[in-house]
C-alpha cells in the first residue's frame, strides 16, 4: 500500500510556500527601490546553491587524504552545477507536492510471473517522492515495487525497522520472490538496521542490497547535528560502531555501494563502502544526483 501520509511533505510545502511569500514580499517592500529588489530576489533565489557551494568546499578538504580518488576542481564545479539544479526540482516540487504521483504496485496478483520486486528506502529529509525516476521506469517495465516514508522524520534510524519490513512483505507477496533493495543516503542505515531487528535469517528475505552515497562509516556534516537520527551518522559514532557489531562479517557481500569523491553530504568520500561489499566509485557524482544517475540505475535495475 503506497503510504498515505507524509509530515516531511507538509513541512517542505510550509518551506516553499514561505519562500514564495518572503519573493512577494521583497518584491513590494522595496518596490521603489528596484535594484535592491532584484538583488534580495536573487539572494533568495540562490540561497541554496551557495549553502550547497560550502559543502563541497567541506567535502573537498576532508577528502585530501581519503583513499578514494580526488575530485578537481572542474570536477567539483560541473557537480555543484548539477546539485544546484537538482536540489530544487527534489525539494521543491517532487518531495512535497508530486510524492503521491506513481503509487506502490507491489499488489498480490500484479506482478508479471517470475518477476522480482524492488523496495526503495530512501534518506534523510527526504520521502518517497526522490524516487519519482525510478518508480516511471520501474512502471514502464511492469516491475512491482514498494516504498516508504521514513517517520518519525528526526527520529532513531532503528524505529524505522518496521516500515521496511513491511514494504518487504508487500513486495515479497507480490511476486514470491525476495525483493532488490535499494537505499539513498540514510536509507541505506536503514535497510542495515531492518535486518539486525529482523533477526539472523533477514538476509534470505532480499536478493540483492544496494545502497546509493550511504554514510556506511558516517559523514563528518553529522558532528553539527542535535537530530537523533543525525547524531547516529557520526564518524565512528557510537550506534555506528554497536551495527557493525551486531552484523555478521559475511553481511557485506550482499551489498553494492555506489559511492563518489564528489559527495557533497557524505564525506569523506569512502566513509560511503561497507567492508566486504562491491563498493563501486562513481566520478563527479553529488549526493542527491546519485539517485538521479543513469548509470547508477541501469546497473542496478540489471540485478532484477
Not at 518477476?115 to 518517497?128: A, M, S, T, Y
Not at 511492469?142 to 521514513?150: D, F, G, I, R, S
Not at 557493525?244 to 569512502?270: K, M, T
Request: one cysteine or more; a positive charge; glycine letters at 8%.
Amino acid at each position: 500500500m503506497t503510504p498515505r501520509s507524509s509530515a516531511l511533505a507538509r513541512l517542505q510545502q510550509a518551506t516553499v510556500v514561505g519562500l514564495w511569500l518572503l519573493l512577494a514580499g521583497s518584491l513590494w517592500w522595496w518596490r521603489d527601490r528596484p535594484g535592491v529588489a532584484v538583488l534580495v530576489v536573487a539572494l533568495i533565489v540562490t540561497g541554496h546553491a551557495w549553502v550547497l557551494a560550502l559543502e563541497f568546499a567541506l567535502a573537498a578538504w576532508h577528502n585530501r587524504r581519503d583513499p578514494a580518488p580526488t575530485a578537481g576542481l572542474g570536477t567539483l564545479l560541473r557537480a555543484w552545477w548539477v546539485e544546484s539544479h537538482i536540489a530544487p526540482l527534489v525539494f521543491g516540487w517532487l518531495q512535497p507536492f508530486a510524492w503521491r504521483r506513481w503509487p506502490d504496485t507491489a499488489e498480490p496478483g500484479a506482478a508479471v510471473p517470475g518477476q522480482r520486486g524492488v523496495v526503495l528506502v530512501h534518506g534523510f529529509v527526504c520521502n518517497r517522492g526522490l524516487w519519482t525516476p525510478w518508480l516511471r521506469e520501474l512502471r514502464r517495465r511492469q516491475v512491482p515495487y514498494a516504498t516508504v516514508n521514513l517517520e518519525p522524520v528526526f527520529g532513531s534510524i532503528d524505529d524505522y525497522a518496521p516500515l521496511i519490513d513491511d514494504a518487504v512483505r508487500r513486495a515479497t507477496d507480490a511476486t514470491g520472490l525476495p525483493p532488490l533493495l535499494v537505499g539513498h543516503s540514510m536509507g541505506g542505515l536503514a535497510i542495515r538496521a531492518w535486518l539486525r531487528a529482523a533477526g539472523p535469517d533477514a538476509a534470505q528475505r532480499v536478493h540483492h542490497i544496494v545502497t546509493l552515497g550511504t554514510p556506511h562509516r558516517g559523514t563528518w556534516l553529522a558532528r553539527w547535528s542535535r537530530l537523533t537520527n543525525g547524531r547516529q551518522m557520526r564518524v565512528d559514532g557510537p550506534w555506528l560502531r554497536q551495527l557493525a557489531a551486531d552484523e555478521s562479517p559475511a553481511l557485506g557481500q550482499r551489498f553494492i555501494c555506489w559511492y563518489s569523491h564528489a559527495d557533497n553530504i557524505v564525506f569523506p568520500a569512502s566513509t560511503a563502502t561497507l567492508a566486504g561489499a562491491d563498493n563501486r566509485h562513481v566520478a563527479g557524482v553529488p549526493h542527491v544526483a546519485l539517485a538521479f544517475h543513469p548509470q547508477v540505475m541501469a546497473e542496478t535495475l540489471k540485478l532484477l
